[in-house]
C-alpha cells in the first residue's frame, strides 16, 4: 500500500471509528499523513504494538532521530521535538530521568487527592449548578485537572492559569511555539517558586531526588508531566461524562450499582481513549515489521484507538467489566508513571459531579463535535441541562473564571 491515509480532515475529526477500521483492513502497520505532508507509519494490531513498545532496543524514544528531515513549519511538532525529559529519553538517560517522575508520583497520598478532587470539583460545580444548564468540558473537565495538578505540584494559581491555555495549543497544535515558550516560562517560575517554599508536594520531591536533576532537566520533567497529564485527564472525564449522557445501558449499571465508576472509567479508554494515537518511536535501523520495512529515524506511532476498538479483540462485541487489558496507558518503560492517580482523579471528579447535579443530560440543541489534531479523542464542548439547584444558586464564581464561562455552549 503506498497511499497514506489521513489523520486529519472532517472524516477523522467526526467518525475517526470510520477511518480506524479502514486503516485495521490494510494490515497491522500502515502508512499515514498526522497532517499534510508529514508522513508516519501507525500500528494498528496489538501484538505488534507491544511488540514495538517492548523493544527500546530496535525502537527508539529519541526524536532528534528524525527532527532534521521533519517539516519545519509542521503543527505537531511541539507534540514531537525533543525535548530533555522522560519521554523522549532512551537507555542511561531515561534510567537518569524516569525515576524522579515515577517516584515523586507514587508518593501523592491517595486522600489528598480525593479532598482535592472533591474541594476542586465542588468549587467549579456551584459557579453553574444554580443556572440549570453548562459546558461539562470548558466548565468541569478541562478546568479540573489543572486545580488538582497545581495541589498536587505546589503550584500557586496565578503561576497555572497561564501554563492551561498553552497547554491546550500545545494538543491543538496552534500557535506550537508561543504555547510551548509560555508553558516553559511557567513552569520556570514554578521551580523558581518551589526552590523558595519547599513542601510536601511533587515539584519539591523532584528538586530533592537523589539523582540530583539540575534547573533545565527539573522544567523539562514538569513540562512533560503536567503537559502530558492535564489534557488526558480532562479529556477522560469528559469522554467518560459523554459515555454516561449517551448510553442509558452505561448510566443504568452505574446508577445501580452493578457496574462501579471505576469500571466505567475502563470502557471508556477501550472506546474513547484519550490519547488515541501516540507512544511515538523511531526506528533505529531499517526493520521489517508486520511484512512492511520501516524506514529508520521515520516516526512510528501506535494507534491506541484503533487497536482497543479492533473487533478481534472483542469478539462478542463488548469488553468485559474490569478488563484493564488496553494500551490507553502505553506499555513498555514508557508506560504512564500517572495511570494510579489519574484514576483516582477521573473517579471522584465523575462522583462529586453525579452526586451535586442530579438528572443531567445532553442538551440536543447543540451538536457535539470533536477537536481536530491527530494524536488525542477530545470534544470540543460537552453541553448538558440539568434541573437548577436554587439553594445553592449564589454569585460564587470559581477564581479561574471571574467573568463567567467563556463558552458559547455554557449560556445557551
Ligand atoms: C496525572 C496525570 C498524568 C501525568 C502526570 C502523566 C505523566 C506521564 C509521563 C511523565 C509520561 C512519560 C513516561 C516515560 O516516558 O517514561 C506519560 C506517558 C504516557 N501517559 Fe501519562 N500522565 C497522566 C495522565 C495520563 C492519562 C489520563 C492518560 C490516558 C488515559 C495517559 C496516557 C499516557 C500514555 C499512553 C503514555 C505513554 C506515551 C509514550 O509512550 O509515548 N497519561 N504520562
Redesign the pocket.
Known sequence: MTERIPLHGEEFTSRPDRVYERLRSHGPVVPVELEPGVPAMLVVDYDTALQV?RSPHVFA?DSRRWLPTAPPEAGVLPMMAWRP???F?DGAA?AR??PP??ES?ELVKPAEVRRSVRAGATELIRAFDGRGHADLLGEYAARL?MLV?QR?FGCPPEISQAMVAAIAALWDGTDPQLADEYLEAGVRDLVRYKRARPGDDITTRLIRHPHGLDDSELVH?LV???G???E??GN?IANALYLLLTEHRVADAVATGSVALDEALDDV?WRY???AN???TYPRHPVHLGRVLLPADQPVLVS?AAINTDPALHPRGRVPTGNRAH????A????????R??RL??TVALETLLDSVPAVELDDRYPVRWRPGPFHRALTALPVRFPAVPSLADPVRSPADPGGSACPHAAP
Open positions: 513498545l524514544k525529559n522522560t519521554l529519553a531515561h530521568l524516569r517522575v515515577a508520583l485537572p495538578l498536587m520533567q512533560v508531566m503536567l502530558a497529564g492535564a488526558p485527564l477522560w479508554l481513549a484519550p490519547l501516540y507512544a511515538i491506541i494500551l490507553a496507558f502505553g513498555g518503560p514508557h508506560t504512564c508513571p500517572a495511570s492517580p489519574a482523579i477521573a
